[in-house]
Structure formats: structure tokens, C-alpha cells
């Protein structure tokens, strides 16, 4: 069933769907593509790509760290970050459903030997307080040692969530006083950005490493970079090549990433606008039990016990020409990015009323 509970769809779309899956699912534009063809390249690996550097640069400045590191995917960065701030046996605080929990198909302990302590949070949100309570004593030879604390900016299976930027202090502060190391799963972190105003690096502040991926509501087919201090990113670079990272004339993709940065962030206020009208609609619907806070690009909706299962809903859409994802027996995920447009919004939300309405 395609978008069940998440998994991989079976097939290409059917022409004309309109793809509400995930942001990840947009194609670049004809002018991102053409970039790539006039960026200067040379080899990564020795410093010799000039558009990678520039990049690397302008991600450095926005989100106030030392250095940075260009990755192929948010997963695999995330993954090397998990690495270098833990060793084997230690354990790192997670929302249950966190990206890193539930997407990266057990990288922690897979890739770094690092078991997660998983914490119900509000809308894939923790309180410092929760944090504090579930950092392990240090010196203990028989239990885990707490070395990483790690958040989502925005929340993904939490509706698109903001962190508020007190939350985010709170939390950073709580795991610095007991000297444990933070990082900032920032996919969508430009999505809070664009809602708030609130600048890119300061909700990094106080976070010893950044992921920002472009391959979200940025539009990219490629590419996430990855940011900390200087000795952290040598030790991510070593990382990466042993695990088969290494890139070479990637200049060709980074350029596609500036073009993202240049012109598909303020965009995001438009997959906001939808994303709204969307929920919106679904609230007044007799067969939604409930619809998480909308407050980015992503819709999240619980079906009533009346109304039909998750995976039907996706199939009956998919006739009608949208695709969405079932994450649940009853939940539903619905995306908004720059593959879909207003046109497709209100069409969305006609189809919607008429199969989440009793007849």
C-alpha cells in the first residue's frame, strides 16, 4: 500500500498525482539544475572544490559554528554526529519520535554501539526538566553513561513543532551542567526560521553540533551538511570516509544547495500558508478525531474509530489523484513543499471532506 505506515512505495506515481508524501518528494527546478552546470569543481577530499567551500562558508555563518562538513544525506549526518560525541555502550537521550529513533533504521546502535533512551515528549518536544531526570550518574560501572542529548528543529512526527527557543536553551543548559554533548537534528530547521524570525543560528546556540539538510522543504535532490567546532569536524571527516562518505568533484552538488539558500527559503511561507488551510479544513471533519497543532509544513491527523483505517484513506486518495502517508493504524501525515501549489491545497481539501465525511 503506498505510504503505509511510512514504508517504501511500491512503484512509480501514477501520472498527475499531486504528492503530499513528504517534502522530500519535490524535484529540483530546471534553474537549480542549470547551477550545477556552470559550478566550479575540484576535489572535495584535498579542499579543491570551490563551490563546496562556498557552501561550507555561508552554512558556518548561518549557523554560528566553527566548521562544517558537506554529507550526502541528513541521516548520514546525524548518524556521524552520534559517533563522534558517544562511544560503544554509552547512551544518548532521544523524543520517542525523534528522526533518529524512528527513521535511520537503528544507526545509533548499529553504526556507533550507542543504545537510545527514548522519552515521551509534547508534540516531539522534551522539557529540560525531562532531560534532567533521565541523565544516568556518571562513574558508574554498571549502567550506560548519558554523552548525548539530541533534539528535532522542527519536529516532524510532532506535527512540524517549533521549539521554542527557551525549551531549547533549557534543554542545552540542563545537559551542559552535567557535561554531556548536544545535537540539533535541523532537517527543517529553516522551516522554524521562516515561521519565527528567529535567526538559524540562534537556535543553535549552545548546541555542540547542527545537521541542516536540502533535501526537505529546500528543494534539493542532495545534500546536508553538518556543522560544530573545528576538532568535531575533523573527527566527522574521518567518520565519514571510513563509512564510504567521501565525496569528490561535489561542487556539482552544492551548487544546487546554494540555490537553495538563495532562493527557496522565504518560499516556505507558502507551504506554511497550506499547510494551515489543510488542517484547517480537517478540523471541522466528523470522522477526524483530532489534528495535531500545524505551525510549519506538516499535517498530522488521527481518523475516528467511525471512519476508515489509515492505509484505506491513502489508497482512496491515490484514486483520486493525492498521495499522503499513513503512520499509524488511524494517523495520517500530509506534506506540504514546493511540489504542490495552491490549486493542488484546495483540491486536497474538497477530496478530504468528502471521504472524512459520513454519507
Given at each position: 500500500m503506498a505510504g503505509s505506515y511510512g514504508g517504501k512505495q511500491a512503484g512509480p506515481l501514477p501520472p498527475g498525482v499531486a504528492d503530499f508524501y513528504s517534502d522530500t518528494k519535490s524535484m529540483p527546478s530546471r534553474e537549480m539544475r542549470q547551477a550545477a552546470l556552470h559550478a566550479p569543481l575540484g576535489d572535495e577530499q584535498k579542499g579543491e572544490d570551490p563551490t563546496t567551500t562556498e557552501l561550507l562558508t555561508r552554512v558556518v555563518a548561518l549557523l554560528g559554528k566553527e566548521d562544517a562538513l558537506f554529507m550526502p544525506s541528513a541521516t548520514m549526518a546525524n548518524e556521524i554526529a552520534v559517533a563522534v560525541h558517544c562511544r560503544p555502550g554509552d547512551?544518548?537521550?532521544?523524543?520517542?519520535?525523534?528522526h533518529i529513533v524512528n527513521f535511520e533504521g537503528g544507526g545509533p546502535g548499529y553504526l556507533a554501539g550507542v543504545q537510545t533512551h527514548v522519552l515521551d515528549g509534547v508534540n516531539g518536544m522534551l522539557s529540560p526538566d525531562q532531560v534532567a531526570a533521565a541523565l544516568r550518574p556518571k562513574g558508574n560501572l554498571y549502567i550506560p553513561e548519558t554523552s548525548l542529548v539530541a533534539v528535532e528543529q522542527t519536529a516532524n512526527m510532532g506535527g512540524g513543532a517549533v521549539w521554542p527557543l527557551e525549551a531549547l536553551r533549557g534543554v542545552a543548559g540542563v545537559a551542559a551542567a552535567a557535561e554531556v554533548s548536544t545535537h540539533m537534528d535541523g532537517a527543517r530547521l529553516?522551516?522554524?526560521?521562516?515561521?519565527?524570525g528567529t535567526a538559524a543560528?540562534?537556535?543553535?546556540?549552545?548546541?555542540?553540533?547542527?545537521?541542516?539538510?536540502?533535501?526537505?522543504?529546500?528543494?534539493?535532490?542532495?545534500?546536508?551538511?553538518?556543522?560544530?567546532?573545528?576538532e568535531f569536524i575533523q573527527r566527522a571527516w574521518r567518520l565519514r570516509q571510513i563509512i564510504g562518505g567521501g565525496l569528490r568533484q561535489s561542487g556539482f552538488m552544492a551548487a544546487l544547495c546554494l540555490y537553495a539558500l538563495d532562493h527557496n527559503v522565504e518560499r516556505l511561507a507558502d507551504d506554511h500558508r497550506h499547510a494551515a488551510q489543510i488542517a484547517a479544513a480537517l478540523e471541522d471533519l466528523e470522522l477526524?478525531?483530532?489534528?495535531?497543532?500545524t505551525e510549519t509544513n506538516i499535517v498530522?491527523?488521527?481518523?475516528?474509530?467511525?471512519?476508515?483505517?489509515?492505509?484505506e484513506l491513502v489508497a482512496e486518495l491515490l484514486e483520486r489523484g493525492f498521495l499522503v502517508g499513513a503512520f499509524a493504524e488511524r494517523r495520517i501525515r500530509i506534506v506540504t513543499h514546493l511540489g504542490v501549489d495552491q490549486d493542488?491545497?484546495?483540491?486536497?481539501c474538497d477530496v478530504l471532506a468528502t471521504l472524512l465525511t459520513p454519507r
Open positions: 547512551e544518548m537521550i532521544c523524543e520517542r519520535s525523534s529553516m522551516n522554524a526560521v521562516v515561521k519565527t543560528a540562534t537556535y543553535a546556540e549552545g548546541y555542540d553540533s547542527v545537521t541542516l539538510c536540502f533535501t526537505k522543504g529546500l528543494g534539493c535532490p542532495f545534500g546536508a551538511v553538518l556543522a560544530g567546532s573545528g477526524v478525531a483530532a489534528v495535531l497543532p498530522i491527523f488521527d481518523i475516528s474509530s467511525d471512519g476508515p483505517a489509515a492505509t493542488d491545497t484546495d483540491r486536497l
